[in-house]
T-cell receptor, first 114, second 110 residues
């Protein structure tokens, strides 16, 4: 089954404690991206990657890091989480190239930073 | 489910009526415009897209209209059903990035 898998689904952590949210896709997609979703603000892009070893900042990259060492994985790293990073996070992937607009999303990770 | 749309604009329609969800986009250089549906507790799911050189595209029970003059996109859902209740996002594709709008909540009542 084609899917994007995020872990964990729910996480409560304390300010300053480093954490990683994993994302894996099994569709051999070149493009992967992280979004955060907050009430009234829609989906805001944090980072994206066009392919292995290629990552770029989205609209709200501050406080986040990513890596793309393998095509299937795109972890999101919060080195020192703060309460304003409490949010719902989604990972997505899609095939690159002309006409490819269908992104596949994971189930989301609800992060609470206290 | 996840409470991700506490302050979203909301469209309420009666089951069986047609729904029209509107969206304004920002970038004239975007080459595709896309609609996604997000049900409670799930990630967004692709519905339909339209290329920038088109003004209308139809799918199963859905039609997307694009007006580039005023940078406006709409999604029409025919014979709205309870299963259509969700948050709907428009998105634009610019240099292979997907940029999402803030979303509209569609509520279907009997």
């Amino acid at each position: 089954e084609a899917q994007v898998t995020q872990n964990p689904r729910y996480l409560i952590t304390v300010t300053g404690k480093k954490l990683t949210v994993t994302c894996s896709q099994n569709m051999n997609h070149e493009y992967m991206s992280w979004y955060r979703q907050d009430p009234g603000l829609g989906l805001r892009q944090i980072y994206y990657s066009m392919n292995v070893e290629v990552t770029d900042k989205g609209d709200v990259p501050e406080g986040y890091k990513v890596s793309r060492k393998e095509k299937r994985n795109f972890p999101l790293i919060l080195e020192s989480p703060s309460p304003n990073q409490t949010s719902l996070y989604f990972c997505a992937s899609k095939a690159a190239g002309e006409g490819n607009t269908e992104a596949f999303f994971g189930q989301g990770t609800r992060l609470t930073v206290v | 489910g996840e409470s991700v749309g506490l302050h979203l604009p909301t469209l309420s329609v009666q089951e069986g009526d047609n729904s029209i969800i509107n969206c304004a986009y920002s970038n004239s250089a975007s080459d595709y415009f896309i609609w996604y549906k997000q049900e409670s507790g799930k990630g967004p799911q692709f519905i339909i897209d339209i290329r920038s050189n088109m003004d209308k595209r139809q799918g199963q029970r859905v039609t997307v209209l694009l007006n580039k003059t005023v940078k406006h996109l709409s999604l029409q859902i025919a014979a709205t059903q309870p299963g259509d209740s969700a948050v709907y996002f428009c998105a634009e594709r610019f240099t292979d990035k997907l940029i999402f709008g803030t979303g509209t909540r569609l509520q279907v009542f009997p």
